[in-house]
């Protein structure tokens, strides 16, 4: 694990810490990865919240590869299967830090992502950073969110609404609006937004500084992973002209409406792709300049 340095604060010094928020569901032969990850961190002050929603202990798993830390904090949803939303909540309800970063079982953040995400996220609410999709089974690049030059230096709501690869913010833990478990499928979307509405522009990190893995046998390798996507743009388009999620600004309002109508269309071109063999997963069907 790397030292502390300059401004880093203690180990899980609750003013200037991290909670990372694993949701595990059928996750022992990736979990090892993750949370080896965060402990080549520079920036000690974490802790990684792992919230089974499998029924099953992950301290096994990890003490099995020389991991036994006390910034694990073990927690769950009391189900099998309630859904990564679910997860996450459990997580954040047991989060104890300022801020709060989600982690996917089967990813991995490079070195230096909190030291370089957690100043800003104090100072401004939340951070962003770039992402690096990786195919899992070779580790080869498949994309970037921004490719060199290309990240603006402050992300707003538009401008995150014009991605189509996934993004994890480090939040405020107060402003953290928490995730809506009836939407399964691009909670990580309506999250997201929900924070730029209560935040405004945040900091934007160019560095890839998020590993996404893509691997078979994840949602968005499944078949039906382009019915369930439209399935979900569907249902947030019923919430946004009912609750709206609770979205303040009105305009921010309209635009995520406009962006899922957008989605939608990319979904569906997708879908035929797929249906055609030209790409595994939504990922790849980027990657081929296509959506």
Known sequence: MGGNGAGQGAPGDASTGVSVIIAAYRAHDTIV???????EQDWTAWEAVIASDDGTDYRPTLQAAGIDDPRLVF??????GAGAPAARNAGLAAARLALVATLDA?????????????PPALAHGAAFDNVAVVRDEDDSPLLRLYEDGQAPSLLDGDGFLATSVPMFPVVRRDL???WDEDVNFCDDVVFNVRVLDATG????????????????GSITFSADSGERAERCYRHVLNRLSGDGFGIRDDALR???AQAITAKRAR?????????????ANFQEFLALGEG
């Open 201 to 216: 522009p945040v900091p934007l990190v160019a560095t890839p500084f998020y590993e996404y893995r893509q691997r078979a």
């Open 75 to 80: 927690t769950g949803t009391g189900r099998i």
């Open 267 to 279: 979904n569906a071109a997708y879908e035929a792709a797929f249906k055609a063999g030209r790409c």
């Open 254 to 256: 309209r635009r995520f």
């Open 176 to 178: 953290a609006p928490g």
């Open 33 to 39: 990865r993750a949370v080896r990850s965060l402990l």
């Open 106 to 118: 089967d990813d991995r953040f490079r070195r230096g992502r909190l030291s370089a995400l957690a």
